[in-house]
């Protein structure tokens, strides 16, 4: 019997959550610690490890900063060095922001179209950005750059204290360091690339 997409999108957020849980062990860092040290509650890092709890971009840059590791590391299945070739960008959702467990309005549905590269340093991924009623408190900061390009629909890109409005062609590049937040009246589709230094 083939998996439904809840089972799998379950699959991947227990995955990123046991890595969490493993690379924490092996460097001996405690959950309380990593909370202090990172800036992510100890209760979103609790949720996250149990696998009840989608990460989202952000607190899973911080955590890795921390840890010493790549974003991609909680992502990664067994891949190699060489090219990655995603044939028709289909995939399984990795994660969602702001970090909600199941889909609901005004999320972003995050699909990964390198997770089977190792060592990467850029995060490419397809966006779903589903409609939803505004909420400035869900923009997210983490250090690095970001680029997004609309594929389908128009989409607002609050950044700092400004606002810019892109439609299908239209693209930004910003540095993620700044408070940010995508939202949309329609759904809408992205091609979005995140850089996070090591």
Excluded at 24 to 41: K, P, W, Y
Aim: hydrophobic share 40%; aromatic share 6%; proline share 5%.
């Amino acid at each position: 019997m083939s998996e439904t997409i809840e089972e799998a999108e379950m699959g991947e957020t227990n995955k990123s959550g046991t890595r969490l849980a493993t690379l924490r062990g092996q460097r001996g860092i405690s959950a309380e610690d990593l909370a202090q040290r990172s800036g992510v509650s100890l209760k979103e890092i609790q949720a996250i490890e149990s696998g009840s709890l989608s990460p989202s971009i952000g607190p899973l840059v911080k955590l890795a900063r921390v840890l010493g590791v790549r974003l991609g590391t909680f992502l990664d299945d067994a891949g190699g060095e060489g090219p990655v070739v995603c044939r028709d960008c289909a995939g399984v959702e990795v994660m969602r922001a702001p970090g909600q467990a199941s889909p609901m309005e005004g999320s972003l549905g995050f699909f990964s179209l390198a997770k089977d590269k190792i060592g990467r340093s850029m995060e490419p991924f397809l966006v779903e950005v589903r409609p939803g009623p505004a909420n400035k408190d869900l923009s997210s900061t983490h250090e690095g750059e970001e680029f997004l390009f609309v594929l389908q629909g128009e989409i607002e890109v609050s950044y700092g204290t400004e606002t810019w409005k892109l439609a299908e062609g239209d693209s930004i590049y910003y540095d993620s360091i700044v408070a940010h937040r995508v939202s949309s009246a329609a759904p809408a589709k992205l091609l979005a690339v995140v850089y996070a230094p090591f």
